[in-house]
């Protein structure tokens, strides 16, 4: 009797076995997709992210010759490679990117459809790693005083998982640049704070809830505790009328795993 039980619970091992393979090979499957897909944006992308870190030319900075001319001449005109992206899906607002890590992607926002890239890939299809994607709330163009760029974790060590690379100073020392250009503008920022908190109602720093600050005190207060939850220190603060980007993504050290880790960046170009 003891024989048929034993292959029942053999069976039964093989069968998990298999389908946790099976499962761990489509997700790497899927996410060499999505890495596909991503690199094919860039290539896209290449006119701008190739470019030198200078100022655009626009339109707006052509000698009018008439009338007519100089109002057609008052809207920025999109950089070249960025607007090959925008003509794929016009919910494109930007491109990120990270020197030396992953972080090379699209930027979304969708500011009456909250979340909507939360799940969802470039071409608007049900995807786990989703997109990077921009809080509704957030003005990238004007800007708002601080703009809030969320982005999964993934265990293939896409999308913002190179952020936890930050939690090390000398991760920080060698990275300490993020570039995040509009369609119209190239932006350089400097990371001056990589910290964790709580997500749990309730609990935890707001950090994304400030897109534009009432006055200079609201602004140090909030830098001021992005710098008191810090890792270590950068020597970086930013000043009343600087404008501020967060990297965002999800951290599972902290009760509930509902953790948030933030890296906080000013802009310097």
Not at 78 to 95: K, L, S
Not at 100 to 117: H, R, S
């Amino acid at each position: 009797m003891k024989k048929p039980i034993y292959y029942v619970l053999i069976g039964v091992l093989l069968l998990v076995f298999c389908f946790s393979a099976f499962q761990i090979a489509n997700y790497f499957i899927k996410g060499r997709e999505k890495a596909n897909q991503f690199d094919e944006l860039s290539q896209l992308a290449s006119q701008a992210t190739s470019a030198p870190t200078t100022a655009p030319t626009t339109a707006a900075t052509t000698e009018p010759t008439t009338e007519a001319t100089t109002e057609a001449t008052t809207e920025p005109t999109m950089i070249p490679g960025y607007a090959d992206v925008y003509a794929r899906n016009n919910d494109v607002i930007g491109w990120i990117k990270i020197d030396g890590t992953k972080i090379d992607y699209p930027v979304m926002q969708t500011p009456n459809e909250p979340n909507y890239y939360l799940k969802r890939d470039f071409d608007k299809n049900y995807s786990e790693w989703g997109c990077l994607y921009v809080r509704e709330e957030c003005d990238v163009n004007t800007p708002s005083d601080t703009v809030t760029i969320y982005g999964h974790t993934m265990k293939d060590g896409s999308m913002f998982a190179a952020l936890h690379n930050y939690t090390q100073e000398s991760f920080y020392k060698d990275h300490k640049l993020i570039y995040f250009d509009t369609l119209t503008e190239y932006h350089v920022y400097e990371i001056f704070a990589v910290f964790k908190t709580s997500a749990n109602l309730g609990e935890g720093f707001r950090y994304h809830i400030m897109e534009n600050a009432k006055d200079e005190k609201e602004f140090n207060d909030y830098v001021a505790e992005c710098k008191k939850l810090a890792f270590y220190d950068t020597g970086i603060t930013p000043v009343y009328g600087d404008k501020l980007i967060l990297l965002s993504t999800c951290e599972y050290t902290l009760p509930g795993n509902n953790g948030r880790l933030v890296v906080a960046a000013r802009r310097v170009f």
